[in-house]
């Protein structure tokens, strides 16, 4: 079983910066991928980035620019540095990774942009 723990979450107004970080841990024997998912109420959940195991990153249109996704190989664990940041940032983010042929959901941390 794989345990995902992020942090970083919070509130902050529009301009500012936060960095959410996941780190993972358990049975875990291969990591193919490792990424964010948000969700604001209401909406759909939506990739925002992803790393693959290579370094390749992709991200959501919205953010390219504002946000870095990072990983750390040795302590398993992914970063996303939000920088510019935007009332319509505002959603619950989750971590997400790809390990083996399984994948794994983080429990969701806020981030609440506003003035």
């Known amino acids: 079983q794989v345990q995902l723990v992020e942090s970083g979450g919070g509130l902050v107004q529009p301009g500012g910066s936060l960095r959410l970080s996941c780190a993972a841990s358990g049975s875990i024997f291969s990591i193919n991928a490792m990424g964010w998912y948000r969700q604001a109420p209401g909406e759909q959940r939506d990739l925002v980035a992803i790393i693959y195991s290579g370094g390749r990153t992709n991200y959501l249109d919205s953010v390219k620019g504002r946000f870095t996704i990072s990983r750390d190989n040795a302590k398993n664990t992914v970063y996303l540095q939000m920088n510019g940041l935007k009332p319509e940032d505002t959603a619950v983010y989750y971590c997400?990774?790809?390990?083996?042929?399984?994948?794994?959901w983080g429990q969701g941390t806020q981030v609440t942009v506003s003035s």
């Open positions: 997400y990774v790809v390990h083996g042929a399984r994948s794994s």
